[in-house]
């Protein structure tokens, strides 16, 4: 899933960073400034909504958009995931272009705030 997401985005035109997991990607959103951050909701060692908390807390990528990938679909998971401070949500299996399409919609209307 992560190969096949930094795929589509690089081939939608997009500098693309990985992290193996939440652990990884929470140290690395300590010194790097990011645009977007695409997270799974499912991920070894921390979460994608502990992700997202831990982010939204402070630090240089607070106000940054996040937009989180699950197969969960009930509202229950969605208002876990807004009350965290998620921008934006894509429900799996979806298709390459509907991830870059939600991409930019997302980074379009973070860009005019």
């Known amino acids: 899933m992560r190969k096949m997401i930094s ?3 690089r081939g939608a035109g ?5 992290a193996s997991d ?3 990607a929470a140290a690395i959103l300590k010194t790097t400034v990011v645009d ?12 994608g909504i502990d992700l997202t908390r831990q982010v939204r807390s402070g ?3 607070k106000s940054t958009p996040i937009l989180l990938l699950t197969t ?3 509202p229950e998971m969605k208002n ?22 939600v991409v930019g919609q997302v980074l379009s209307r973070t860009k005019r705030l």
């Open 7 to 9: 795929v589509t985005l």
């Open 14 to 18: 997009y500098d693309v960073m990985e």
């Open 22 to 24: 939440g652990m990884e």
């Open 36 to 47: 977007l951050i695409v997270s799974d909701i499912n991920m070894p060692r921390m979460n």
């Open 59 to 61: 630090g240089i990528n």
């Open 72 to 74: 969960e679909s009930s």
């Open 80 to 101: 876990q995931g807004r009350e965290a401070g998620a921008t934006a949500w894509i429900v799996k299996p979806f298709q390459p272009d509907q991830l870059a399409g």
